[in-house]
Nanobody, 124 residues
Framework: QVQLVESGGGLVQAGGSLRLSCAASGRTFSNYGMGWFRQAPGKEREFVAA????????YYADSVKGRFTISRDNAKNTVYLQMNSLKPEDTAIYYCAASIRRPTPTTESRFGYWGQGTQVTVSS
C-alpha cells in the first residue's frame, strides 16, 4: 500500500502561483511513477502532469504545458507541482496518484493509489 497526502492548495488570484506537495508513505517511493490529476466542478477528472520513478521523464497536459512543473524528491518521498500563471479555469480539486507501471502512464485507470485531494481556487 502507498499512502498519499496532498497539501499546498488554496485561493490565489489569476496570474499567481501555488506549489502543491504530495507526501508518500508505505512502499518504496522511488519505485513509483507519480501523477497529478484534477477535477473541476461538474467535470470528469483529467490528467495534469506525471513524472517517472527517477524523475528523468515528465509529461504534461497541453492545457498546463509551460505553466506547471512537476518534480520529485525521492529522499523526501515527495512529489511537487509548481503552478505558475494560474487561470480561473485551473480551479479544481488536485489529486496526487502513484503507479507501479512502466513506462509512467498518463491515464487515470493505470494509477493504483490516490490521495484525498487538495482544493485550488483561482479568482479572476
Amino acid at each position: 500500500q502507498v499512502q498519499l497526502v496532498e497539501s499546498g492548495g488554496g485561493l490565489v488570484q489569476a496570474g499567481g502561483s501555488l506549489r502543491l506537495s504530495c507526501a508518500a508513505s508505505g512502499r518504496t517511493f522511488s519505485n513509483y511513477g507519480m501523477g497529478w490529476f484534477r477535477q473541476a466542478p461538474g467535470k470528469e477528472r483529467e490528467f495534469v502532469a506525471a513524472i517517472s520513478w527517477s524523475g528523468g521523464s515528465t509529461y504534461y497536459a497541453d492545457s498546463v504545458k509551460g505553466r506547471f512543473t512537476i518534480s520529485r524528491d525521492n529522499a523526501k518521498n515527495t512529489v511537487y507541482l509548481q503552478m505558475n500563471s494560474l487561470k480561473p479555469e485551473d480551479t479544481a480539486i488536485y489529486y496526487c496518484a502513484a503507479s507501479i507501471r512502466r513506462p509512467t502512464p498518463t491515464t487515470e485507470s493505470r494509477f493504483g493509489y490516490w490521495g484525498q485531494g487538495t482544493q485550488v481556487t483561482v479568482s479572476s
